[in-house]
Nanobody, 124 residues
Framework: VQLQASGGGSVQAGGSLRLSCTAS????????MGWFRQAPGKEREYVAG?????????YSDSVKGRFAVARDNARRNVVHLQMNSLKPEDTAVYYC?????????????????WGQGTLVTVSS
Protein backbone atom coordinates (compact mmCIF):
# COMPACT_ATOMS: atom_id res chain seq x y z
CA VAL A 1 0.00 0.00 0.00
CA GLN A 2 1.08 3.57 -0.71
CA LEU A 3 -0.18 6.56 1.27
CA GLN A 4 -0.49 10.22 0.41
CA ALA A 5 -1.45 12.84 2.98
CA SER A 6 -2.95 16.17 2.03
CA GLY A 7 -4.97 19.06 3.41
CA GLY A 8 -2.46 20.87 5.57
CA GLY A 9 -2.31 24.64 5.75
CA SER A 10 -2.32 27.65 8.01
CA VAL A 11 -5.19 28.53 10.29
CA GLN A 12 -5.82 30.73 13.29
CA ALA A 13 -6.38 29.28 16.74
CA GLY A 14 -9.91 27.98 17.10
CA GLY A 15 -10.16 27.17 13.43
CA SER A 16 -10.52 23.86 11.63
CA LEU A 17 -8.72 21.83 9.00
CA ARG A 18 -9.41 18.46 7.43
CA LEU A 19 -6.52 16.25 6.48
CA SER A 20 -6.91 13.36 4.06
CA CYS A 21 -4.87 10.21 3.57
CA THR A 22 -5.36 8.41 0.29
CA ALA A 23 -4.30 4.78 0.11
CA SER A 24 -3.46 3.04 -3.14
CA UNK A 25 -2.24 -0.40 -4.02
CA UNK A 26 -3.19 -3.46 -1.97
CA UNK A 27 -5.33 -1.64 0.56
CA UNK A 28 -7.26 -4.77 1.48
CA UNK A 29 -4.17 -5.88 3.33
CA UNK A 30 -4.20 -2.87 5.62
CA UNK A 31 -5.55 -3.45 9.09
CA UNK A 32 -5.10 -0.14 10.88
CA MET A 33 -4.32 3.42 9.91
CA GLY A 34 -2.84 5.98 12.23
CA TRP A 35 -2.18 9.69 12.22
CA PHE A 36 0.98 11.05 13.80
CA ARG A 37 2.50 14.49 14.06
CA GLN A 38 5.95 15.87 14.61
CA ALA A 39 6.66 19.39 15.77
CA PRO A 40 10.11 20.97 15.32
CA GLY A 41 12.56 19.57 17.82
CA LYS A 42 10.09 17.01 19.15
CA GLU A 43 9.52 13.30 18.69
CA ARG A 44 6.81 11.94 16.43
CA GLU A 45 3.58 11.79 18.42
CA TYR A 46 0.54 9.56 17.98
CA VAL A 47 -2.65 11.53 17.28
CA ALA A 48 -5.42 9.17 16.22
CA GLY A 49 -6.13 5.87 14.52
CA UNK A 50 -8.87 3.86 12.86
CA UNK A 51 -9.40 0.22 12.08
CA UNK A 52 -9.67 -0.22 8.33
CA UNK A 53 -12.65 -2.54 8.70
CA UNK A 54 -15.20 -1.69 11.32
CA UNK A 55 -14.14 1.88 11.82
CA UNK A 56 -13.22 1.71 15.51
CA UNK A 57 -11.35 4.89 16.35
CA UNK A 58 -8.71 5.85 18.89
CA TYR A 59 -7.40 9.23 20.03
CA SER A 60 -4.61 10.63 22.11
CA ASP A 61 -5.67 12.59 25.16
CA SER A 62 -4.30 15.78 23.64
CA VAL A 63 -6.79 15.74 20.76
CA LYS A 64 -9.74 13.80 22.16
CA GLY A 65 -12.94 15.77 21.69
CA ARG A 66 -11.38 18.07 19.09
CA PHE A 67 -10.22 15.72 16.33
CA ALA A 68 -12.17 13.00 14.54
CA VAL A 69 -10.85 10.30 12.24
CA ALA A 70 -13.09 8.50 9.75
CA ARG A 71 -13.08 6.73 6.42
CA ASP A 72 -14.67 8.58 3.52
CA ASN A 73 -18.13 7.17 2.88
CA ALA A 74 -17.80 7.42 -0.90
CA ARG A 75 -14.09 6.79 -1.37
CA ARG A 76 -13.27 3.87 0.86
CA ASN A 77 -9.54 4.23 0.27
CA VAL A 78 -9.48 7.66 1.91
CA VAL A 79 -9.25 8.42 5.63
CA HIS A 80 -9.88 11.90 6.96
CA LEU A 81 -8.68 13.61 10.10
CA GLN A 82 -11.06 16.42 10.96
CA MET A 83 -9.33 18.86 13.28
CA ASN A 84 -11.46 21.39 15.15
CA SER A 85 -10.69 23.94 17.85
CA LEU A 86 -7.09 24.01 16.74
CA LYS A 87 -4.45 25.34 19.10
CA PRO A 88 -0.97 26.70 18.41
CA GLU A 89 0.45 23.56 20.03
CA ASP A 90 -1.18 21.51 17.25
CA THR A 91 1.35 23.00 14.83
CA ALA A 92 3.33 20.15 13.31
CA VAL A 93 3.90 18.04 10.25
CA TYR A 94 1.15 15.44 10.17
CA TYR A 95 1.71 11.94 8.80
CA CYS A 96 -0.60 9.03 8.06
CA UNK A 97 0.64 5.49 8.46
CA UNK A 98 -0.66 1.97 7.96
CA UNK A 99 0.03 -1.42 9.44
CA UNK A 100 -0.91 -4.79 7.97
CA UNK A 101 -1.32 -6.81 11.14
CA UNK A 102 -3.86 -6.62 13.96
CA UNK A 103 -3.37 -4.13 16.71
CA UNK A 104 -3.87 -0.44 17.29
CA UNK A 105 -0.49 0.75 18.52
CA UNK A 106 0.55 4.28 19.38
CA UNK A 107 4.22 3.49 18.70
CA UNK A 108 5.32 4.77 15.29
CA UNK A 109 7.75 1.86 14.95
CA UNK A 110 4.80 -0.54 14.73
CA UNK A 111 3.65 0.87 11.38
CA UNK A 112 4.73 -0.56 8.04
CA UNK A 113 3.98 2.22 5.60
CA TRP A 114 4.12 5.99 5.83
CA GLY A 115 2.85 8.80 3.68
CA GLN A 116 4.70 12.05 3.20
CA GLY A 117 3.84 14.67 5.78
CA THR A 118 1.55 17.64 5.44
CA LEU A 119 2.27 20.80 7.42
CA VAL A 120 -0.32 22.29 9.76
CA THR A 121 0.39 25.72 11.21
CA VAL A 122 -1.88 27.22 13.86
CA SER A 123 -1.30 30.85 14.76
CA SER A 124 -2.43 32.52 17.96
Amino acid sequence: VQLQASGGGSVQAGGSLRLSCTASGRTFGSYFMGWFRQAPGKEREYVAGIRWNGGITYYSDSVKGRFAVARDNARRNVVHLQMNSLKPEDTAVYYCAARNVPGAPTDAAQYDTWGQGTLVTVSS
